[in-house]
């Protein structure tokens, strides 16, 4: 609960936070001044000076999003990797860490924009610069352009369905998918190096990958 002082309207991060929980929670028609208000424990009058009006908190809202979600997930694309196994991998972090990726929010902007036609426009192109992103990580490894757009696709829906059906994993049932999922992706395997330093990122060791050969 806020602490309340004396002409303290709480702080622009406060309210956005707190639509962000109830824009999970509940959906967008949640987001509503008063509602926030009563959440933060501040007057409705506090809400307006850090916004000057609800939509510019839900521009606010679908702004974290794209720098969050699309932000992390094409950085990922570009970091360094000496295969395309390594590469696949390090794109995987988005789906085992929320900080990178956060699945609660790409679902609730998902559900928005089927009743918001200007979200859903936002929501088609910033789709598409995610797949080209992961076309473009295919072709810098010397996939052709039909194959690596293709190989795009299979990747991103893939997660997406996960996002859609609100697929919830442990990272013990997950990460031993991973390797498969990367021989699935690319057509090649990743190498024992490159996956123990992918787990080894989510605190797990190549043996807890296979623990069936120990």
């Known amino acids: 609960m806020a602490v309340k002082t004396?002409?303290?309207?709480?702080?622009?991060?406060?309210?956005?936070?707190a639509a962000y929980q109830l824009l999970i929670e509940q959906g967008v028609e949640a987001v509503k001044v008063m509602p926030l208000a009563k959440r933060v424990g501040l007057s409705r009058?506090?809400?307006?000076?850090?916004?000057?009006?609800?939509?510019?908190?839900?521009?606010?809202?679908i702004a974290r999003w794209q720098d969050k979600n699309t932000g992390n997930m094409?950085?990922?694309?570009?970091?360094?990797?000496?295969t395309i196994a390594e590469a696949v991998l390090n794109l995987?972090?988005?789906?085992?860490?929320?900080?990178?990726?956060?699945?609660?929010?790409?679902?609730?902007?998902?559900?928005?924009?089927?009743?918001?036609?200007?979200?859903?426009?936002?929501?088609?192109s910033t789709d598409q610069d995610r797949i080209a992103a992961i076309r473009a990580?295919?072709?810098?490894?010397?996939?052709?352009?039909?194959?690596?757009?293709?190989?795009?696709?299979?990747?991103y829906?893939?997660?997406i369905g996960y996002v859609s059906m609100m697929v919830v994993e442990p990272p013990e049932l997950?990460?031993?998918?991973?390797?498969?999922?990367?021989?699935?992706?690319?057509?090649?395997?990743?190498?024992?190096?490159?996956?123990?330093r992918f787990v080894s990122r989510h605190g797990m060791t190549l043996q807890d990958l296979r623990p069936d050969q120990g």
């Open 6 to 17: 004396s002409g303290w309207r709480g702080s622009e991060e406060l309210w956005l936070e």
């Open 45 to 61: 009058t506090s809400f307006y000076g850090h916004f000057d009006s609800r939509e510019a908190l839900l521009a606010a809202l």
């Open 74 to 82: 094409v950085a990922r694309t570009r970091a360094f990797a000496e």
């Open 92 to 124: 995987f972090d988005c789906w085992l860490q929320p900080g990178l990726f956060d699945a609660q929010l790409d679902f609730a902007i998902r559900n928005w924009a089927l009743g918001d036609p200007a979200l859903r426009a936002v929501l088609e």
């Open 137 to 155: 990580m295919f072709e810098r490894f010397g996939y052709a352009p039909a194959e690596a757009e293709v190989r795009a696709f299979t990747v």
């Open 157 to 159: 829906y893939t997660q």
């Open 174 to 196: 997950r990460l031993p998918r991973m390797p498969y999922y990367v021989q699935t992706f690319t057509g090649t395997a990743a190498s024992d190096s490159e996956l123990a």
